[in-house]
């Protein structure tokens, strides 16, 4: 059974930083097939987007965090992180974890804009205050 869990999020002031870990279990990396992303939702928001990476090292982000929000992924420790830097306000939401088992070719920003990743985690909390 695939878990996701993750961890790091938190309270900051604006343009702070904070890294978020993702550790999953059950879960079969491969080369060819493999995408993992960060979503998140604010209050009244639908969950959006903000940054995938493809196994094959292929990263894409949503404009919103491009140049502040780093994403990364440790294969022999089953963990994803993003790390996130100059954080503003509207940062602040729940953060998902994702993973789907797909072609890496199709893991590029299309992907992003969905939410039909196969495996999720519970969430973490960030919160940016001004």
């Known amino acids: 059974q695939v878990q996701l869990v993750e961890s790091g999020g938190g309270s900051v002031q604006t343009g702070g930083s904070l890294r978020l870990s993702c550790a999953a279990s059950g879960y079969t990396y491969s080369t060819y097939s493999n995408c993992m992303g960060w979503f998140r939702q604010a209050p009244g928001k639908e969950r959006e987007g903000v940054a995938l990476?493809?196994?094959?090292?292929?990263?894409e982000y949503t404009d919103s965090v491009k140049g502040r929000f780093t994403i990364s992924q440790d294969n022999a420790k089953n963990t994803l992180y993003l790390q996130m830097n100059s954080l503003k306000p509207e940062d602040t939401a729940m953060y998902y974890c994702a993973a789907d088992p797909i072609w890496v070719g199709h893991c590029r920003a299309d992907k992003l804009k969905k939410t039909d990743f196969r495996y999720w985690g519970q969430g973490t909390q960030v919160i940016v205050s001004s």
């Open positions: 990476i493809a196994s094959d090292g292929i990263t």
